[in-house]
């Protein structure tokens, strides 16, 4: 079982999952930077591209948002279909033109210099349903899993779906997992709420210009009850009395089931302090995660992937090696399933397991990596062990990590991760100050730098310094400032 914690602010709010005591899942929404996901936009072709076949939207942000031909969907279509002689797919010059106005939604938040990506079919989640408006087709969870219950579901859904056609409503619907135990009111309900969104949605498109915000996700206090309780919440407590009665109002209406678990928190101590979450977050930004049995991961996330690094660090407790590195790799596997989630890791993602020489320990690793990643609720794809034995793997990425967003680059060593010695700092004055005696004639040359810089200068680069003097027939002093850091200096010409 596990419990759900809300914290909840003004300016910020955090939820917590936590199982066993330990937190699996961390989620922060900033009311200034709320996220996009969801959210749906009139907008306006800005660009069309066809050597990348895609197009920038704008939908009245700082960046236009990105489009590509594989998420155009127009009257029902997709670019993947063909051309009517079945050669070739369209491609999307002739499908949209500058200027035009496409009802739009976002399926990935802005990251780094990205600007959003977007899809034209749009799909509104419900409770137990996700409507998709310009589709006919009924979808189930893959998570719903025997057929007889996944086609009694459907036929369902078929006779429910059937009723609204003849007032004019059509569009498809993808049933969640948590539907498979739904009456049918439930279900009725859900599309009634569904379509009524949407006929709001098409009615705004009409009547409002380009870059409107047309419809907007629920707020992550209430995503809690919508994605996040299921049968295995044993409870919701959240430290708001205003948020607890808004969540409960919501709950009422859509998810009573989820709201018989919401608890309002009224203690002294702060709500994440009664598992100790803060400290948890804390080691979450830190590159190294040590393990229980004393090895230890190194996690190094870049633009272009993330690295995890196993190693066995001072664990020796088992009866030989390779029972040690078999150990550490099988309690290496459970705790990078939960920082992926933790840290919200997305991209491509490659695992360095310690080498194992055994074919049945690689394998019993991997089976207990895919049993983690598969609690996931984001989409994760994991292959094998490559030549290198490197387990490589992709876990889709719709919002910032959780360093990203909690985060800002190092000013010091500009996000490199270190700087240079104070020597080199010293032979790079010291290169600087001959390369400037060339083009200039001062009567002296001033040096302000880092303290620990002046004082190598001074101490063992003294000498240097006497030479470079005398060679350039100019007198060089010495400025020591505190608030330089190693590789902030200036020149000064008198």
Known sequence: MEDILINWSPQETRVAVVENGAVQELHIERTLERGLVGNVYLGKVARVLPG????????????????????????????????????????????VYEG??????????????????????????????????????????????????????????????????????????????????????????????????????RDKSLRQPPGTLLFQDLSLVERVLRDLATERTNSIRIDSKLQYEVLRGFGETYMPAATAKLDLYRGERPIFDLHNIDAEVARALARRVDLKSGGYLIIDQTEAMTTIDVNTGGFVGARNFDDTIFKTNLEAAGAIGRQLRLRNLGGIIIVDFIDMTREEHKTAVLQEFRKQLSRDRTKVTVGGFTQLGLVELTRKRTRE?????????????????????????????????????????????????????????????????AGLSDFIGKPISLTAEPANQTEHYDIVLM
């Open 52 to 95: 990348m076949q895609s197009a920038f939207i704008d939908i009245g942000l700082e960046r236009a948002a990105f489009l590509h031909v594989a998420d155009l969907h127009l009257n029902g279509a997709t670019p993947r279909g063909h051309h009517g002689d079945g050669s070739q797919p369209v491609p999307i010059e002739r499908l």
């Open 100 to 201: 035009q106005a496409l009802t739009v939604q976002v399926i990935k938040d802005p990251i780094g210099t990205k600007g959003a990506r977007l899809s034209t079919q749009i799909s509104i989640a419900g409770r137990l349903l996700v409507h998709l408006p310009q589709d006919n087709h009924i979808g189930i969870s893959q998570k719903i899993g025997s057929p007889e219950a996944r086609d009694a579901l459907r036929t369902r859904m078929q006779a429910l779906v059937s009723v609204g056609v003849q007032d004019g409503n059509t569009g498809g619907f993808i049933l969640r997992t948590n539907a498979e135990e739904a009456s049918d009111d439930e279900l009725s309900a859900d599309i009634a709420y569904l379509r009524k969104t949407w006929d709001s949605i």
């Open 401 to 465: 990590s959780l360093s990203r967003m909690l985060c800002e680059s190092c000013p010091t060593c500009d996000a490199r991760g270190q700087v240079k010695t104070a020597r080199s700092i010293c032979y790079e004055i010291m290169r600087e100050i001959l390369r400037e005696s060339r083009q200039f004639n001062p009567r002296e040359f001033r040096v302000v730098a880092a303290a620990n810089v002046v004082e190598m200068l001074l101490d063992e680069e003294s000498q240097h310094l």
